[in-house]
């Protein structure tokens, strides 16, 4: 029997609605908009995309956008006086830096994005978020590994006593994974390019999830039968052509659920930031 599809825009439409609902409430309750603004340097044309991205989703639930543009040339210190700048800003509860930054700066990264206030780090990057995270504290929490989690949560997935594995321990998307669904009481592993005998810990797995980077590099003899399959990668083979993690026509065949590419965990992404700008607002009301 075929999986049931995960299709993420169903769960992104409910990830989205929530959080216009909570921005609403800010409004109304503390006469507050919540606010987003996202630096973008340089003119990479995908980053471009996806700021413009998610300077529409802001305008749609009733959230404040700002989008600072610096040159390709700017310097670290330039980039720094910024975050300082939205850092200081009553206007400004959310502040990300898209990534990737070109060459001249890209060697600064973790120094720029541990500028950011950690109230206001949005993409959950700043070190003291991962520690909240990884300490069980409230956090703000990287937006496809918490859009993952509340999939699966929301498609109800068992995940407490699930075997969870996970492919790839990035620390944008794989180690995050893993200390969100161990605080569900998953038994979680974490593969990565070491691991010996990867299929025999695949195979294993209640739920799996894939972030490598590598087109179809999950196949059907890695699934264990009825497993969930969660597919994070975006491979882009063809200028229009994108592929996930996994051979998803037939692991289908073998999986219980199944998140397809397009069209699965990318669209929770941009819907996580929208929550994630409210959670940062409300926390430092409440603060
Ligand atoms: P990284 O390149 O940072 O990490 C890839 C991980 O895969 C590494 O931990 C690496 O291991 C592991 N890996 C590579 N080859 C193998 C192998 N042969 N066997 C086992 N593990 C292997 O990627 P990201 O985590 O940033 O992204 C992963 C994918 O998710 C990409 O396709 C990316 O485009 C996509 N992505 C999608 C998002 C979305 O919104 N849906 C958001 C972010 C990412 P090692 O550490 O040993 O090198």
Redesign the pocket.
Known sequence: MSARILEGKTFAAAFREEAGKRAKILHQKYGVTPGLAVIIVGENPASKVYVRNKHKSCEELGIYSEVIEMPETATKDELIAEIDKLNASDRIHGILVQLPLPKQIAAYEAEILERIDPKKDVDGFHPVNVGRLVTGQKALIP??PHGCLKMLQLAGIPIDGANAVI????N???KPMAHLLLAENATVTI?????KN?KEVTKNADILVA????PK?VTADMVKAGATVID????RIAPKKLLG?VDFENVKEVAGAITPVPGG??L??VAMLMQNVVTACEMQIAK
């Open positions: 937006c496809t492919i790839g321990r990035s944008i998307v794989g593969c990565h390019s070491h691991t990867l972030a490598v980077g590598r590099f994070v990668g975006i491979n993690d965990v990318g929770l992404t």
